[in-house]
């Protein structure tokens, strides 16, 4: 898995838009069913926060929502409340560094746009999700985001065409053929399926897709 820390972290926000096909429309998609589904006084989990593009976006939507930023990487949080507070919304968002599993307070819905496929299928994926579960109120939904296995012989190569389309160098496309082989573990819609139901969930439900990038919407079981 990439480090997200020092210069991943700083050059995070101008690199990802050339690594992800409709990371914009990902994240609008994802904060238009938010909108469309939750009340004024909504408690939102992002797992994986990164450096605050889902809260930035969620806090202009709803000015009474509250938010919980939950991130491994220190310096990507750092980034996020920077954003929060030249936002003016930092008493809105709780920053949390360190495991779902520690969080206590229940949440209305989450959000895990881009991080799971960093996980290894050895029972680090199931541990995640059942921690979202755990922390997510009866019938929340989880919103998930990720790379999942190609569908078609030529998906990949196609992601490598539409990369460079977006800007992305030559050398950034050999570094994203070798991290795509070893530092993603995505799954395909089987798996997927078998681990959300191991892991409290009911059926997902595809909202988005960008080549081999998928949105789905999860309900609490
Ligand atoms: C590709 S970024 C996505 C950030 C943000 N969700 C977005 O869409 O821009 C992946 C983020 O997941 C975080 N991450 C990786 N493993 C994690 C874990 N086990 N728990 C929480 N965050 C994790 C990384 O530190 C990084 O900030």
């Known amino acids: 898995m990439p480090t997200f820390t020092n210069d991943e972290a700083t050059?995070?926000?101008?690199?990802?838009?050339?690594?992800?096909?409709?990371?914009?429309?990902?994240?609008?998609?994802?904060?238009?069913?938010?909108?469309?589904?939750?009340?004024d006084?909504?408690?939102?989990l992002i797992v994986g926060s990164g450096t605050g593009k889902e809260i930035a976006q969620l806090a202009t939507l709803n000015p009474t929502w509250?938010?919980?930023a939950q991130d491994i990487s220190i310096d990507m949080l750092n980034i996020g409340q920077q954003r929060f507070a030249d936002m003016g919304i930092s008493e809105r968002v709780t920053i949390h560094v360190g495991d779902v599993a520690t969080l206590t307070?229940?949440?209305?819905a989450a959000i895990c746009l881009l991080v799971l496929h960093f996980l290894a299928d050895?029972?680090?994926?199931?541990?995640m999700l059942k921690a979202i579960s755990k922390q997510l109120?009866?019938?929340g939904q989880l919103y998930l985001g990720d790379l999942m296995r190609p569908e078609t012989t030529f998906e990949r190569d196609a992601q490598f065409i539409l990369c460079q389309q977006l800007g992305l160098t030559e050398v950034g496309i050999e570094r994203m053929k070798h991290n795509f082989e070893h530092e993603f573990f995505a799954l395909d819609r089987m798996r997927l399926a078998d681990l959300l139901n191991e892991s409290g969930f009911n059926t997902a439900k595809l909202y988005f897709k960008a080549l081999s990038f998928s949105g789905h919407v999860i309900q609490k079981r």
């Open 137 to 139: 109120k009866p019938q």
């Open 105 to 108: 307070d229940p949440v209305d």
């Open 66 to 68: 509250r938010f919980t």
């Open 41 to 44: 006084h909504a408690h939102i």
């Open 11 to 39: 050059e995070y926000d101008s690199r990802i838009t050339r690594l992800v096909p409709g990371y914009d429309l990902l994240h609008s998609t994802t904060a238009a069913q938010l909108k469309a589904t939750l009340g």
């Open 122 to 127: 050895n029972g680090d994926k199931k541990t």
